[in-house]
């Protein structure tokens, strides 16, 4: 009988999935909604940012189903999905589970002021036009944009940065170095989790620098190019930096917002949201 009634429960989870798409991995998925016990697996992991972040990758992993029994481990998962993938993966877990994001909120219109409530559902949310495919002929992991700054210094002709998306592995390893109040203070500053350094050393692969007889010394490692960008980059080339890579990565950034037109006015806005900064808030208390 009791079996009978837990297969019954089962099927809650069936009801609830979704079908959703990883686009830079290209890959269709089916994502679950989150249990209870997700949720303890992930507050007990708040002792640190790089522990929450690799939980919250392995319950997100848990609630993956791939087509025609494809079966990928969590390595491989980790190492062949973008940072990308997940936002759009956790959004679909966040709507299956939750499927309300902000109930009965206040939105003002930034332009009469006139305020109104409404519901924000997750579904809301999805801007389907506001991200593509990768349609690169590399695989992004395999893909770098090379921004090439020109030092015509003594003894540096020039540096070359060679920007990419990160893997969901690498944006573990770039929080296991951040602690939590590192965290809570980048909050505090800019509304996101990680530091302009952080930011950067996560989407950088590597650093080349070329002297004036063009030698080259490269810089890999993930903790050195974060100290080479916190400790020796100036803001005038992380500028220039974080510009090219958003120009060229810019497509494949998915906007999460909800759209609107005023009936005050007349005039469209669109409320943002940061899915990930709100989820770190929620359970980090920044």
Request: proline share 3%.
């Amino acid at each position: 009988m009791l079996g009978s009634a837990f297969e019954k429960l089962s099927l809650l989870n069936k009801i609830r999935q979704r079908e959703i798409v990883a686009p830079i991995a290209k890959k269709q998925l089916i994502v679950s909604p989150l249990l209870v016990s997700d949720d303890l697996a992930l507050k007990t992991s708040i002792t640190s940012p790089g522990l929450y972040e690799e939980q919250l990758s392995q319950v997100i992993y848990s609630k993956l189903t791939f087509p025609n029994n494809e079966k990928i481990s969590y390595d491989e998962f980790i190492s062949s999905f973008s940072d990308i993938d997940k936002l759009i993966i956790l959004w679909g877990i966040l709507d299956s589970t939750y499927e309300i994001y902000a109930a009965d909120t206040t939105i003002t219109c930034p332009k009469c002021k006139l305020q109104f409530k409404d519901t924000i559902k997750y579904e809301d949310l999805i801007d389907e036009d506001s991200f593509k495919v990768w349609d690169k002929e590399l695989p992004f992991t395999e893909y770098a944009y090379p921004v090439q700054i020109d030092i015509n210094s003594d003894s540096i002709k020039h540096i070359i940065f060679n920007v990419c998306l990160p893997t969901i592995k690498r944006k573990i390893s770039l929080y296991r170095m951040i602690g939590i109040d590192e965290l809570k203070l980048n909050y505090e500053k800019t509304g996101e989790m990680t530091s302009m350094a952080g930011t950067l050393a996560g989407l950088t692969r590597e650093i080349v620098i070329v002297d004036n007889n063009n030698n080259e010394e490269r810089i890999s490692n993930l903790q050195e190019i974060y100290i080479a960008y916190n400790s020796y980059i100036s803001h005038a080339f992380t500028d220039k930096i974080n510009d090219d890579y958003i120009k060229e990565f810019a497509d494949y950034f998915p906007k999460f917002r909800k759209k609107y037109n005023c009936s005050g006015c007349g005039a469209d806005f669109d409320i943002p949201v940061n899915i990930e900064v709100n989820l770190y808030s929620k359970f980090f208390r920044v």
